[in-house]
């Protein structure tokens, strides 16, 4: 009787070993497809476009990658011309936005949203001009609602030409070191790292 049920016992076993053996060869192929669509969504990108509609080459880049990438209206038809090889989608996507001299904007709170614009081009020449001066006339040209701390002071010497607003502030107000954040409801705030540290600083309270 026990040599019987230790023959059941090991026919169990063996039974058992077979069909997991069997559940793991059909789940392999599973598992590397897997793999494979993770690697492609965040994958490198090869292309070679010439003239083609911004929304096309966006829409490639797109399929690359789980983060939702929307291009604005007025950007859908710029050409680009331009040969990447084997190139980190978020690279290629930066290099593309610079070609059709756009710009990506995101939000920390949505991390993954991408937002790709066409902001108006601005040209002028300040020479030992007051930066809250010059943050008004990029305000007043791009039609942007930007809030100045008082600690922005400062002069600036400065020429740009045909550059996007937003690419233009940035340099203007980091010439003195300050520095561009975006507030809720598209409101752009001019301020210096200290006083933003200090605003996002972190306080830590014990409950007991």
Same mark, same amino acid.
């Given at each position: 009787? $026990?040599?019987? $049920?230790?023959? *059941?016992?090991?026919?169990?076993? &063996?039974?058992?070993?077979?069909?997991?053996?069997?559940?793991?060869?059909? /789940?392999?192929?599973?598992? &590397?497809? !897997? $793999?494979?669509?993770?690697?492609?969504?965040?994958?490198?990108?090869?292309?070679?476009?010439?003239?083609?509609?911004?929304?096309?080459? @966006?829409? =490639?880049?797109?399929?690359? !990658?789980?983060?939702?990438?929307?291009?604005?209206?007025?950007?859908?038809?710029?050409?680009?011309?331009?040969?990447?090889?084997?190139?980190?989608?978020?690279?290629?996507?930066? %290099?593309? &936005?610079?070609?059709?001299?756009?710009? %990506? #904007? +995101?939000?920390?709170?949505?991390?993954?949203?991408?937002? #790709?614009?066409?902001?108006?081009? /601005?040209?002028?020449?300040?020479?030992?001009?007051?930066?809250?001066?010059?943050?008004? #006339? @990029?305000?007043?040209? =791009?039609?942007?609602?930007? /809030?100045?701390?008082?600690?922005?002071? *400062?002069? #600036?010497?400065?020429?740009?030409?045909?550059?996007?607003?937003r690419a233009a502030l940035d !340099?203007?107000?980091?010439? %003195? *070191?300050?520095?561009? /954040?975006?507030?809720?409801?598209?409101?752009?705030?001019?301020?210096? %790292? !200290?006083?933003?540290?200090?605003?996002?600083? +972190? $306080?830590?309270?014990?409950?007991?």
């Open positions: 009787m $026990r040599s019987e $049920r230790r023959r *059941g016992a090991w026919r169990d076993i &063996a039974t058992a070993a077979a069909c997991l053996a069997v559940m793991l060869v059909a /789940v392999a192929p599973a598992v &590397a497809q !897997t $793999r494979d669509i993770m690697a492609g969504e965040g994958g490198d990108i090869t292309f070679d476009v010439k003239d083609r509609p911004l929304k096309d080459v @966006i829409e =490639s880049i797109r399929d690359k !990658t789980d983060v939702n990438i929307i291009l604005a209206a007025d950007a859908e038809q710029e050409k680009v011309t331009i040969r990447v090889k084997d190139l980190n989608w978020l690279k290629a996507l930066e %290099l593309v &936005a610079e070609k059709a001299e756009c710009l %990506l #904007v +995101t939000d920390p709170e949505v991390p993954n949203l991408i937002k #790709v614009e066409k902001p108006p081009q /601005v040209s002028f020449d300040f020479q030992d001009a007051d930066i809250r001066k010059v943050i008004s #006339v @990029i305000a007043a040209y =791009s039609g942007a609602n930007i /809030v100045v701390g008082q600690e922005v002071q *400062g002069t #600036v010497t400065v020429r740009l030409n045909r550059v996007p607003w !340099t203007v107000v980091k010439t %003195l *070191g300050f520095v561009v /954040v975006e507030d809720d409801r598209d409101i752009l705030r001019v301020t210096d %790292l !200290t006083r933003l540290q200090e605003q996002l600083e +972190t $306080r830590v309270y014990s409950f007991k």
